[in-house]
Structures are given as C-alpha cells and as structure tokens.
DNA sequence: ACTATAACCAAACAATCGTTTGCTTTTATG
DNA sequence: CATAAAAGCAAACGATTGTTTGGTTATAGT
C-alpha cells in the first residue's frame, strides 16, 4: 500500500502556550471561575479556536492535569534516582521535589492540588485515577519506612500529603525555602515513630 | 414615648433553611459551580426569592462562612472546657473536635475547607479574617506544647491543620472514626518532638 | 501549480448566570 | 377588622457561559 496522506505541515506551537496560559487560570480561578474566553484573551486568540485544540473545557482540563501529574511525578522520580540514602531520606527527596514543584515549578502541578476533581464532573474519575498513579510513589515509600508495628501507613502518608499540599495556601516567598520547608515537615513526622511504645492505637 | 413600630410578624424560617441548603451546594459543587437556581430550586422557591434575605451571592457565601466558622469554633471550645489535660491532650481534644465536626456535623464547617476566599472576590479578605479568628485556637495550643528549642511552631500548626483538613477529601465513613483519625494525626505528630535532639533544622 | 491539512477567524447559537423590579400573598400585631 | 411589615411570586433584564458552524489563511508535500 503506498504512502498515504503522509503530510505533517506544522507542530501544535499554539497549543502548549494555551494549555500553560489555561493552567495559570486554573490555579489562580479554579476551573468554574475561568472562562474559555479568559483563556482565549490572554492568548490573543479567539474563543471558538480553541476547540480545534481541544474538543471541550473539560478535555482541556484534563490536558493540563495530565501534564502537570507527568511533571511532578518527574521530578519525583529524579529527586530519587538521584538519592541512594535510606528510606527516611528517599521520602524527603520526594518531599522536596513535590513541593519544589508546587511552589516554584510551572502552574501544571498546581492545578492537581487546586481543581478537586467534583469540579468536573465529567472527567472526574479520569483525575482521580491520574492522582492515584502519581500518589502509588508515596505508597512505596512509606511502606518502606521503618515505623512501629501498628502504624497505619495509610494514615501517615495522607497526613504527609495532606500537609505537603497545604503549604500552597500558606506559603509566602522569601521566608523558607520549599526544600527547607519539606525537610522540617518530613523531620516532624519521622522522630515521632521513632521511640513509639507501640501502644495500642489500635488492636 | 410610644411603641413606635414594635411589630414583628415572624421569624425567619426560610432564611435558615435556605443557609443550610446553600452550604450543602457549596460543599460539593463549590462557589462557582452553585447557582443561585439551585439553591432556590431545593428550597422551593424563586430564584429572585434569595435577594430578600441576601443581598448577593457573596453575600450568602459569607453568612455560611460565618455560621461555619461560629459552629466548629463552639465545638472546639466547647472540648477545650471539658478536658482537664496537659497541652498535647488539650491539642487532641481540639482537633477531635474539628475533624467530627468537619466530617459529621452540618456543611457549613466543611465550607471553610472546600471554598476558596480567592473564589470570592469580593469578600475574599472577610473570609481569610473569619479563618484566622478561628485558627487563632490552633496557635494558642500549639504554643502550649512542650515542643523542643528550634521547631518552627508556625509550621507544626500548619501541617496539623493541613492533615485535618485534607481528609474530607478522602475520608470514607465506616472505617475509623473521626475521634480514631484525630487521635492518630495528633500521636503521629506527637512523638516525633519528644527526642529530638535539638539538632539545627534551622540555624 | 495543485492539493490537503493545519490553524484560526468571524459570528452566532441556545443556555444559564446573578440580579432587579413590581406586584401579591401571608402573618402577626394593634 | 385594619394595618403594616415580612416573605415570596412572576417575569424579565443584560451579561456571560460553553460551544458550533462555515468560511479564511497559512503551510507543506507531491
């Protein structure tokens, strides 16, 4: 069969910038307050072209959030590449390039912490499974943390996230650094389980 | 002088009703993504029905906020009179009383979790006061603890209230209860400052 | 040069938004 | 009963929403 229809006559140059100026909207306005339009201006285009890019708000939603679940989970993943400490040390790499990402990094990661999911409800469970692929990284490293029988490890690693995914609606520039931040958090947490008396939290 | 217009034909039932059904739009579809339509729908009245009560949307966002803020505050001090404890029983009792509230009392607390100030704008700063008032509690506790020389007692206060207040978001009911997960955020926390040894996290 | 696709414009669509206005009903008090 | 305020209805206002449709320009391959 011969070639057919082999053409590729550009890149998508405009759609990066709309998905980076989209990502920037949804961080600052959430995805019900930011308009089509909003995103359409800043872009110096018109509404109606951005569905040649995206077929809906929704999808475009669910573009950034892929993009931004691929970035901090990166950076993750090369904070630990590149840590060879034990596990206590391992988590606090990935602390700190979670929250270096958040607080620093592009608007793309931001957007996991801000949009909740019930904001689209058409995509929901899309954004859900997204979240859940990066959070199995901090599973495994709790799991492989050294805590005292009867810790439930589950608990431990939604507080840490929970405080980690905090620290956007608190943080100010110029006083911590997002690693000095991260470190003092996972440190709080980790000589806590270190001379606990296993007493029954549970049964 | 006279009884000039003494009169007062009614409470304001309705006036209630439609708080409670907005907070609950409020809780799960967020600011933006609740109507005016829908919370008078639910009510069994006319959209235009609101304004009699409510001067604006934003408006009735922050007499929800309020109601909120005043009904995790009573629940929180209405712990703190009952428990005779040390600073960190003093600590857990609160913060028992803020998650049962969040994730078993009415909506109106868990609006201060889920809605933004920055998702209203025009009334952003009275939201941002209204939390403050009330994470005020949180300070006066926190600096109670016996924590040692060093630990960042700003940032121990604001991982507490990140771990609390992130767990509507996946708390299911059924497993542990609200007390359970309270108790274990606290002790989780709570060791971990017991032996530290002083070594510079900060200079 | 011809053609097919990419990329976007221009303009509108129906739907929904927060809000306003004028009128009616209800309710408690004198 | 009379009256005045409370409470709500009915209906619309202009603005904004996400989206569609058809036409236009730009670009690259044959």
Redesign the pocket.
Request: charged letters at 20%; aromatic letters at 6%; zero cysteines.
């Given at each position: 069969m011969p070639?057919l229809?082999?053409?590729?006559?550009?890149?998508?140059?405009?759609?990066e910038i709309?998905l980076e100026i989209a990502a920037g909207f949804f961080v600052r306005k959430g995805f019900?307050g930011?308009?089509?339009?909003?995103i359409?201006k800043e872009a110096?285009?018109?509404?109606?072209?951005?569905?040649?890019?995206f077929?809906?708000?929704?999808?475009?939603l669910v573009a950034v959030f892929e993009e931004g679940v691929q970035r901090i989970s990166a950076a993750a993943e090369a904070a630990l590449a590149a840590c060879q400490g034990n596990a206590w040390e391992r988590l606090q790499a990935a602390c700190e390039a979670h929250l270096v990402t958040l607080l620093e990094g592009s608007d793309f990661a931001s957007v996991i912490v801000r949009v909740l999911p019930q904001d689209v409800p058409g995509a929901a469970e899309e954004l859900i499974s997204l979240r859940n692929d990066y959070e199995k990284t901090f599973i495994a490293l709790v799991d492989a943390l050294p805590l005292p029988a009867g810790t439930d490890r589950s608990l431990f690693r939604l507080m840490l996230i929970g405080a980690l995914n905090h620290v956007p609606l608190w943080y100010r520039p110029g006083r911590e650094t997002p690693s000095n931040l991260a470190r003092q958090i996972v440190a709080n947490l980790r000589f806590a389980q270190d001379n606990t008396k296993t007493e029954g939290k549970r049964t």
């Open positions: 070639t229809a082999t053409h590729k006559p550009q890149a998508n140059n405009r759609r709309v019900n930011t308009s089509i339009r909003d359409a110096g285009m018109l509404p109606g072209s951005l569905y040649y890019h077929p809906s708000k929704e999808a475009l």
